[in-house]
C-alpha cells in the first residue's frame, strides 16, 4: 500500500498498488476499481472481480491481474457497480458482494429493466458522510465478488462485456515516525560559540 499526499494527487488512485491518498489528517482514502469479465454468458451465482494488471496486452503480462480485495481494518462507506455489454433477465440484478461490514449503505444493485436491459448508469451507494456513520471496520480481507440473480448473456459478441465494481473505503493513519518531525540534532560539549 502507497500513499499519496496532498499536493501530489493529480490522478486516479492506482487501484492495483492499493493506492490511497492521505486528504484528512490521521486518514487514508482508497478508491478501488475491478472488473468481472463474461466471456459468452455468465449462470446465476458469483462472479469473481479482479483489479486488472496495468499490462493491457492479453498475451504478454509481466504483471497478473489481482482479485479485488479490501485490506482487514477498512471502512467501506461506498460501492458502486455497473455493466458493460451485458443484458440480464427481467428484474433481475447484480450486486457487489463479500463486505464483511455489508449492509444496506455499502452493497451497490443494478437492476435490470423488464426488457433484460440494464441502465447505461450503473448504481452507487450514497456517502453518508464521516460524523454519524456506522459503518463498521472490516474484521479481516475482504474479497470482493459480484452476485448475479440470473444468466447474463454478452449483447455483442464481437466487444468485450464485464462487469465493472468499484469500492471506496477508508483506514486510520498509522502513528508518526521520526522522519515526520524535525528534531534538531544533538549539541555535544564544546561546539558552541
Known amino acids: 500500500m502507497s500513499v499519496i499526499y496532498p499536493g501530489n ?3 486516479d488512485l492506482n487501484a492495483y498498488r492499493v493506492q490511497g491518498v492521505y486528504a484528512l489528517p490521521g486518514i487514508e482514502f482508497y478508491q478501488m476499481r475491478g472488473v468481472a469479465l463474461v466471456d459468452g454468458t455468465a449462470a446465476a451465482g458469483e462472479l469473481t472481480v479482479n483489479v486488472l494488471s496495468p499490462d493491457k496486452r492479453g498475451d504478454d503480462k509481466p ?12 471502512y467501506v462507506y461506498r460501492t458502486a457497480i455497473s455493466t458493460v455489454n451485458l443484458t440480464g433477465g427481467n428484474a433481475k440484478y447484480v450486486q457487489v458482494n463479500g ?3 455489508a449492509n444496506a449503505t455499502t452493497e451497490a444493485k443494478q ?7 440494464f441502465a447505461a448508469t450503473g448504481d452507487a451507494t450514497t456517502f453518508l458522510g464521516l460524523a454519524g456513520n456506522t459503518v463498521s471496520t472490516e474484521a479481516s480481507e475482504a474479497t470482493i465478488t459480484v452476485t448475479n440473480e440470473a444468466t447474463l448473456t454478452v449483447t ?3 466487444d ?10 477508508y ?3 498509522g502513528a508518526p515516525i521520526a522522519d515526520d518531525v524535525n ?3 544533538k549539541i555535544e560539549a564544546g561546539q558552541g560559540t
Open 99 to 101: 463486505l464483511t461490514t
Open 111 to 117: 437492476t435490470c429493466t423488464s426488457a433484460g436491459v
Open 9 to 11: 494527487y493529480v490522478a
Open 171 to 173: 483506514k486510520d493513519a
Open 63 to 74: 504483471r497478473l491481474d489481482k482479485a479485488m480485495k479490501v485490506p482487514a481494518g477498512s
Open 160 to 169: 468485450q462485456a464485464y462487469v465493472i465494481v468499484e469500492v471506496c473505503f
Open 183 to 185: 528534531v534538531p540534532f
Open 156 to 158: 455483442d459478441s464481437d
